[in-house]
């Protein structure tokens, strides 16, 4: 594996997650600031500022840790009522009140009374929600811009109806790979004529354009003869085969082979002809793109949803002997490790198409992962914002239907308790994962 390829692996996936950061932030951004919302800072990563500029009233800028990033708004609490701004309220009881008190002067004195209209808070139910949102959906538009570039452009891994490779002979479904064919019946393909490299066309009249049409043809073929029509060197043979009735595994929708509760293959007696298909990448049509964002967005919930227990699993895993879900998460320290073995594999059928592929899917899911998972109604997650703005037009709508004084915007300073807990998680989990990627890490190769 060479070292410059590995790092340039690394260097490729971190910038395509750092744009995607910048993207993130700048969906927050252009709403904010199209709603006249006062933005002091806008800064991708945490920690010491490496470098900064203003423009206008912002002041853009990289920083040390290129973990996320933030926009920095006027008034994201609102002041107290019927006080004098920077004043701090003396009949405060408790830690937790303290803190969102002390939380909401802070805010107060970051501007004067002349932009108290331009605060977050001063916003409608209806613009928070597009400036909370824009973010996420950032994401969302990235993530599906990158699936149709991988699906439409480069194509999806697919098997062929070019035949790979033609059995020598029959061996029983439960035969070990490297099983001998002495003694075995010869394959129907091989006494066919089939040979690696034909391009099956037709298949007992069905014309075949996947393989997935081969499949359905054959099994439903067993012990009878048959036409089969190839095109070999740009030239059209017709050809006869008679695929034998034998056990073969029942497959699941997602290609794998069902098991019982032995773990023994279930198997039913179809035709078999004895080829495989050619692994490669097909190009789809644009309509195909909705199904394939809906799906990765619906296995990411799954994965956000279980995360608790994902989690566990790798902890498990990187303190104990246990192997790593090769679908569970990761970290920035493991993407950034299977971005390099990506770039830096010599692997049979893995070119230059594959390996670009397979980056375009990482940084797809990568995306689309910031979308659910910024999605959470937690606070300092986006969602949780989100939530705040929908619980405000619930009390508004409900104080208007009663004819109520305006209730006026949610304190979201309350919650600073359990924001400051869910951020303590989240640096829990970073190190847990950081750690599992350097003792046990997800390989590909």
């Known amino acids: 594996m060479s070292v410059l390829l590995f790092v340039l692996g690394i260097v490729l996936v971190a910038l395509g997650l750092g744009v995607s950061i910048a993207l993130h932030e700048l969906g927050h951004l252009l709403p904010a600031k199209r709603f006249g919302v006062k933005v002091t800072q806008y800064m991708i990563g945490f920690g010491p500022t490496v ?27 609102p002041p107290h009522k019927g006080e004098p701004e920077g004043t701090v309220r003396e009949d405060s009881t408790g830690m937790f009140q303290q803190l969102a008190d002390e939380a909401k002067e802070y805010e107060s004195s970051q501007y004067g009374p002349e932009d108290a209209h331009r605060t977050f808070v001063a916003l409608s139910v209806p613009r928070k929600l597009v400036v909370m949102l824009g973010g996420p959906v950032m994401n969302l538009l990235i993530a599906t811009v990158l699936m149709t570039v991988l699906a439409c452009g480069i194509g999806m891994p697919e098997v062929t109806p070019r035949v790979q490779s033609v059995s020598q002979c029959v061996l029983p479904a ?21 040979r690696p490299g034909d391009e099956i066309l037709r298949i007992d009249g069905a014309e075949i354009s996947t393989w997935d049409d081969v499949t359905a ?11 089969v029509v190839v095109e070999r060197d740009g030239e059209r043979l017709d050809l006869t085969a008679t695929p034998i009735l034998d056990d073969r595994p029942v497959y699941a929708a997602d290609g794998s082979a069902e098991t019982d509760e032995n773990g023994d293959y279930v198997t039913e007696e179809v035709g078999f002809l004895g080829v495989s298909g050619t692994p490669a990448l097909v190009r789809q049509s644009p309509l195909e793109v909705p199904g394939m964002v809906g799906s990765a967005f619906v296995g990411t919930a799954k994965v956000v949803v279980t995360l608790p227990v994902r989690l566990y699993d790798v902890a498990v895993a990187a303190f104990g002997s246990g192997e790593r879900d090769p679908n569970g998460p990761v970290g920035v320290v493991g993407v950034s490790r299977l971005a390099g073995e990506i770039v830096a594999a010599d692997e049979p059928g893995f070119a230059l198409q594959q390996k670009v592929a397979s980056l375009i899917s990482m940084l797809a899911s990568l995306n689309m992962a910031l979308f659910v998972f910024n999605l959470v109604p937690l606070l300092p997650l986006d969602g949780g914002h989100v939530l705040g703005a929908l619980i405000e037009g619930v009390r508004r709508a409900f104080a208007r239907l009663r004819g109520r004084p305006d209730p006026g915007p949610v304190d979201m300073s309350r919650m600073l308790p359990l924001t400051n807990a869910v951020a303590l998680l989240f640096i829990g989990m970073t190190v847990l994962l950081i750690y599992a990627d350097v003792v046990n890490p997800i390989t590909l190769f």
């Open 174 to 194: 439960d035969a070990a790979a490297d099983a001998s064919c002495a003694g075995e019946q010869e394959a129907p393909a091989m006494a066919a004529g089939i």
């Open 51 to 77: 470098r900064s500029w203003r423009r206008g009233e912002t002041e853009y800028g990289l920083k040390a840790i290129p973990l996320g990033g933030y926009i920095r708004m006027i008034g994201m609490y």
């Open 217 to 227: 043809a054959v099994r439903a073929a067993g012990g009878r003869e048959i036409d």
